[in-house]
């Protein structure tokens, strides 16, 4: 059988499609890339937002209506929340809740009645993550989040804390470093929060796997900026640890945080970050930004953007605020009109890029380790240009020639000159 898999929202989702599609491989099936000619198509769907409850539901549909002989299994948060909902959508054969994430597969093979057929299955080097046009493997070290911000509706979808062992998250990285992976990245709802349930913390785990694997890059996924354990910033003296952290600040405004229900202060979120750039060369701090978020006054607006342009972030995930039902902040009063929320957002995607572009002129003239992805664009008959990232997660591209394949491969450049949205380098 062939299978399809698709994912909207996080990384975690990405990390949970990944999992999916190795067992698929064990039980005899082949993932395919082509959605159209799969006979299953799994669907990682997605309710952070409206929005996203929305694009969840079109792309059901779409799929549906483009292959409409395949099997659909739809997961995730949008069908965890509106399952009743998701059940009646057109082409929906099945619905895996959550809570059952980790058995799908079995799910679908008995539910479906899939023959499994593991004497067949592929061999490791044939990777699903490359069949999928990925290089880099999102690991799932930990589900669900104690706390309760008022804006998530995702801690009602994900459930309380739960962590990976690390003896299985060792395995599972190892698995992925014989099958060729030299990148891995750890995600969770609260990845900070690992191992609260089980008397371990994020060092501890970070410090095992530069132990026990020999993964040549380890990634940090989203790290709500609290609950960082002591001395973490240590970690990052191994060149393995990659230096790039994506740290939720939501707000630059004190006030606005405390109505969020936030756990960390401009005052602590400016430590962390001079601590992490007082220990950590060219180190990439980046960010997201609720933008317009109820009650949010014009004063409020204006401490958040001075204080985010005072940090200096590197790249900003900038969201305007959308009423999210279930979640305290849609019964807040004063929401901010849409009027205004699309003039802060404009001002704030016009800084974020001013800062970006900033970043990007401090690493020019430096050497860095690329891993080199898939894409490529044609330059002439002989040459084409390749991308890649740099450890401290900036993109960078080169040119080479067309009879030479980079792809999954780390090699050392010179950053020679910002273009666009991108570094080039020309390589050593």
């Known amino acids: 059988m062939l299978v399809h898999l698709r994912t909207l929202g996080c990384r975690l989702n990405e990390a949970e499609l990944e999992s999916w599609a190795q067992a698929f491989q064990q039980a005899g099936h082949t993932i395919t890339r082509e959605q159209n000619l799969a006979n299953l198509v799994i669907i990682n769907s997605c309710a952070v937002t409206q929005d996203a409850v929305r694009k969840s539901r ?4 779409r799929i549906h209506r483009d292959n409409p002989s395949a099997k659909i299994i739809a997961s995730g948060c949008y069908v965890t929340l509106n399952a009743d909902e998701a059940a009646e959508l057109l082409g929906v054969d099945l619905i895996i809740s959550n809570a059952d994430k980790d058995r799908l597969v079995e799910m679908a093979l008995a539910e479906l009645e899939i023959p499994s057929m593991p004497a067949m299955s592929t061999e490791p080097a044939a990777i699903s993550l490359f069949n ?42 190892n698995r992925f470093v014989e099958q060729g992976v030299k990148e891995v990245i750890l995600t969770g709802v609260h990845l900070g929060g690992y191992g609260s349930d089980i008397q371990q913390n994020l060092a501890d785990l970070i410090q095992a796997i530069l132990d026990k694997t020999s993964v040549p890059r380890l990634r940090l996924g989203s790290l709500e900026p609290w609950d960082l354990p002591e001395n973490f910033f240590d970690l990052f003296s191994n060149p393995r640890l990659m230096p790039h952290l994506h740290l939720p600040l939501q707000s630059g405004s004190d006030t606005v945080l405390k109505r969020m229900a936030r756990r960390c202060k401009t005052e602590e979120f400016t430590k962390i970050v001079n601590d992490a750039r007082a220990k950590v060369p060219y180190i990439n701090i980046t960010t997201d930004i609720i ?7 014009e004063q409020e607006w204006q401490e958040s953007f001075d204080y985010i342009k005072a940090i200096n972030f590197g790249h900003i995930h900038i969201f305007t605020y959308s009423l ?25 995607h016009a800084l974020a ?5 900033s970043f990007l002129q401090k690493n020019t003239g430096q050497n860095f380790t690329v891993l080199w992805e898939a894409q ?30 980079h792809e999954n491969q780390l090699s050392t450049v010179c950053i020679d000159a910002l273009e666009n949205d991108h570094l080039m380098a020309t390589l050593f």
């Open 376 to 405: 490529k664009e044609d330059i002439n008959a002989t040459q084409y240009k390749i991308f890649g990232y740099t450890p401290n997660y900036l993109r960078v591209a080169t040119i080479v020639d067309k009879n030479q394949d």
């Open 132 to 173: 999928r046009g990925r290089q880099r493997a999102f690991i799932k070290v930990q589900d669900g989040c104690r706390y309760r911000c008022t804006f998530c509706i995702v801690t009602v979808a994900r459930g309380e804390e739960k962590s990976t062992p690390i003896a299985q998250i060792i395995d599972d990285i």
């Open 291 to 297: 933008v317009g978020f109820p009650g949010e006054t």
């Open 324 to 348: 999210r039902t279930g979640t305290k902040a849609a019964t807040l009063p004063n929401h901010v009109t849409n009027a205004v929320k699309k003039q802060r957002s404009q001002q704030l």
């Open 58 to 61: 079109q792309l059901i549909r």
């Open 353 to 357: 890029e001013e800062m970006k572009q």
